[in-house]
């Protein structure tokens, strides 16, 4: 593939991870109204939510095996186009007030981000093995980006009062005309391990996969990172709104300073990669991921928990992106391991927020946020999983080569 045609790849693959964010963030900024028009309690909304979680862990558990089938092209095709269509659905159920229509929206979506991501990460990874450079934290930072722009947005559709249903439709239009542009710039086959020639095919990576204990770790390290991220991305409006009595235009004002935090981790993480490797930045966000929920979860001052999501956003910035570049340079079946890790990642992501509205209810959402800690705060100890493989020296004496892994753990964007 020529310098040129990566490079249109690299930007293809940015909106690609741009889109979803626009779209999640569109729906979580109007979660307030959308309660309101439902007329829906706390456990009511983690049931709408349910929708997400079904349509999230089919998308999921399917993706692997349609990518090894197809390749990772029709995947994200099939995954972006119903997003697009959820936007318009879930805008159609809250104009008819409808809970079942707002589900089947979420339903749509949950597919189609699930399916499609995981595909999304597994060429972000090839273009990680083809360039030698870092690519994925910059890859998901477009998709803090794309929530950062959707939030504004839908803070200035609440404040106005615009209404929900023409918000989201806007958002599935704009989001169609960035996907028919990014299409062209992936290649074919990419990913595509089962169908191609029988003799060489691989025909089940998954048990070999499985039985990598390093690759579990980090696979623990992305489901808690990744539940970190989801949690804000579901619930982190109604925790303002509910838990802080924060306005809803205020509540959603502190998401979009959570995501903008994702957005300023991602896009500047690379300098302290570069420098300290990629366990040392884990273990740093984990930390600071844990005490901005900590602060959110037990202070009573609404500006000093609006302050410690940013410590939050910050810290769940670079866990799911990191790990999937581990994943991707721990060994052989590069496509098979990032699809795993993925995985398991987007379960946490799309899936574990919807249970903990069932929590908030009984116990309110700010004392269901101490699992989403618990489980971050392990993250810590898990860290060095995600370190660069060393090789044995080499006989010969003399300066031993960097790794192609440790130029990928450890080099800037």
């Not at 990874?125 to 360039?131: G, L, P």
Request: glycine fraction near 14%.
């Amino acid at each position: 593939m020529t310098d040129l045609a990566t490079r249109r790849r690299r930007t293809a693959l940015f909106l690609f991870f741009l889109m979803p964010g626009l779209s999640i963030s569109s729906w979580v900024t109007r979660t307030p109204d959308i309660r309101d028009q439902l007329g829906a309690s706390t456990a009511q909304m983690g049931i709408v939510l349910f929708g997400l979680s079904v349509g999230s862990m089919l998308g999921v558990l399917s993706s692997g095996a349609l990518v090894a089938r197809f390749g990772t092209r029709p995947v994200m095709c099939a995954g972006t186009a119903l997003v697009i269509v959820s936007m318009a659905v879930i805008g159609c159920g809250a104009l008819w007030s409808s809970v079942p229509v707002v589900m089947a929206g979420l339903f749509l979506f949950g597919a189609g981000m699930g399916g499609g991501e995981v595909a999304v990460n597994i060429d972000g990874a090839e273009v990680e093995q083809i360039t030698g450079r870092t690519v994925l934290p910059t890859l998901h930072g477009f998709f803090s980006l794309g929530t950062v722009v959707g939030a504004s947005l839908g803070i200035l559709c609440t404040a106005v009062g615009f209404p929900v249903h023409w918000h989201l439709t806007a958002v599935a239009v704009v989001t169609a005309a960035m996907f028919a542009h990014a299409l062209r710039a992936i290649p074919h086959g990419v990913g595509r391990t089962r169908g191609t020639d029988p003799g060489t095919a691989e025909k089940s990576p998954r048990p070999a996969v499985l039985k990598d204990r390093r690759l579990l770790l980090i696979g623990g390290i992305v489901l808690t990172m990744a539940l970190a991220e989801g949690a804000a991305n579901d619930w982190l409006p109604l925790l303002m709104v509910d838990g802080h009595g924060m306005d809803p235009v205020l509540g959603s004002a502190v998401y979009a300073g959570f995501a903008a935090a994702m957005a300023i981790g991602r896009f500047g993480g690379g300098f302290f990669i570069n420098r300290y490797g990629r366990a040392p930045v884990v273990r740093a966000s984990a930390l600071s991921a844990a005490l901005g929920l900590a602060v959110v979860i037990f202070a009573d001052n609404p500006l000093l928990a609006g302050a410690a999501v940013l410590l939050w956003g910050l810290g769940a910035s670079l866990g799911f992106p990191l790990a999937l570049s581990a994943a991707g340079d721990s060994g052989p079946d590069s496509a098979a391991r990032v699809s795993l890790v993925a995985m398991i990642g987007y379960v946490a992501f799309l899936v574990g927020p919807p249970g903990l509205g069932f929590l908030g209810d009984h116990y309110g959402l700010r004392a269901a946020m101490t699992v989403v800690l618990v489980l971050v705060a392990v993250s810590v100890f898990l860290a060095p999983a995600v370190s660069t493989p060393r090789e044995p020296k080499p006989p010969a004496p003399g300066p031993r080569p960097a790794p192609a892994g440790e130029r990928l753990g450890r080099t800037d964007h």
